[in-house]
């Protein structure tokens, strides 16, 4: 079992910055892949951003060059730098992870706002 626990999202102006941490507890040595998701109003949710234990990263298409993924193995924490924000980032955010053991957890979720 892995409980998830995410802060920092929060409302913030177009171009700004916001940082995301997910707090992993309970099996952190099962994790393989941490990541983050997020789903805006009326629209399926979507990958934003994923790395392995190893360090290899992938990044959704409309975040790359803006969204820095990375992780501390031996703490299970993994975090989301979000640069140059734009409105159509607004979304629900939610920490995701996938165990050796093929089994997918998720966060609660945090609120993001990019808004003037």
């Known amino acids: 079992q892995v409980r998830l626990v995410e802060s920092g999202g929060g409302l913030v102006q177009p171009g700004g910055s916001l940082r995301l941490s997910c707090a992993a507890s309970?099996?952190?040595?099962?994790?393989?892949?941490m990541g983050w998701y997020r789903q805006a109003p009326g629209k399926q949710r979507e990958m934003v951003a994923s790395i392995t234990s190893g360090g290899s990263t992938n990044y959704a298409d409309s975040v790359k060059g803006r969204f820095t993924i990375s992780r501390d193995n031996t703490k299970g924490t993994v975090s989301l730098q979000l640069n140059s924000l734009k409105p159509e980032d607004t979304a629900v955010y939610s920490c995701?992870?996938?165990?050796?053991?093929?089994?997918?957890?998720w966060g609660q979720g945090t609120q993001v706002t990019v808004s003037s």
């Open positions: 309970g099996s952190i040595r099962s994790i393989s892949v």
């Open positions: 995701h992870v996938h165990t050796v053991g093929l089994v997918d957890y």
